[in-house]
């Protein structure tokens, strides 16, 4: 099993949808989350922490559960910018801070 | 906010010449920066873990030999890919952490590496 483990998508939605993505991790001692979005052709750039009680910044919520060892980022009324991959970033283990990437999620808003 | 700086963004080379990447952190000292390299359509590979003042740390199945990385300083650390081959062109991204609470990861720009 991978360490962290995103559905690759795409996910095709129109302007204004509300989308949701999971990312699945497998090493239980980890500490840090992140989410972190990634354009064609350019480097990752931080969209947001994830922590334990879930936070929102704007149209984006980000949550963790700890128990099923997942993390998810939600998306409220679309826009055609938020086209983009998405990554989801796990510390490897807690105080070494060697962060894992999931594959990707790849986000299309369409008209 | 933290910034790194990565160069160059793109460069072309030979077959069988060598090519160096520098990362720099602007605005931070970084103990630890990553090496990852991403090839179309994939995820990002972690490549090394650079440490400052000591050796690199590199992941299964990347050749320490060919991708050499130094991390001379607390903000910068360099990659060179010896004897490059067109198999080696790639994306080529590094970041570093801010370390201590709320800690963050920022990546550089990354480079565009095509070897001919």
């Known amino acids: 099993r991978k360490e962290v483990e995103q559905d690759p998508g795409p996910f095709n939605v129109p302007e204004g949808a509300t989308v949701a993505f999971n990312c699945t991790y497998s090493n239980s001692a980890s500490q840090s989350f992140f989410w972190y979005r990634q354009d064609c052709r350019k480097e990752p750039k931080l969209l947001m922490s994830v922590y334990s009680s879930g936070n929102e910044d704007g149209r984006f919520t980000a949550q963790l559960n700890r128990a099923s060892q997942y993390i998810s980022l939600l998306i409220r009324d679309s826009k055609l910018s938020d086209s983009a991959t998405y990554l989801c970033?796990?510390?490897?283990?807690?105080?070494?801070?060697?962060?894992?990437f999931g594959r990707g999620t790849s986000l299309i808003v369409h008209p | 906010g933290a910034v790194v700086s990565q160069h160059p963004s793109r460069v072309i080379c030979k077959s069988g010449t060598s090519v160096k990447i520098e990362c720099r952190s602007l605005d931070f000292q970084a103990t630890t920066m990553f090496w990852y390299r991403q090839f179309p359509k994939q995820s990002l590979m972690l490549m090394a873990t650079?440490?400052?003042?000591?050796?690199?740390?590199?992941e299964q199945g990347v050749e320490k030999d060919k991708f050499l990385i130094n991390h001379a300083s607390l903000t910068l650390s360099t990659l060179t890919v010896t004897s490059a081959h067109p198999e080696d062109s790639s994306f080529y991204i590094c970041?570093?952490?801010?370390?201590?609470?709320?800690?963050?990861?920022?990546f550089g720009e990354g480079s565009w590496l095509t070897v001919v």
């Open positions: 970033v796990v510390n490897r283990t807690g105080g070494s801070y060697i962060p894992t």
């Open positions: 650079s440490n400052e003042g000591s050796k690199a740390t590199y």
């Open positions: 970041s570093a952490q801010t370390g201590g609470e709320g800690n963050t990861i920022y």
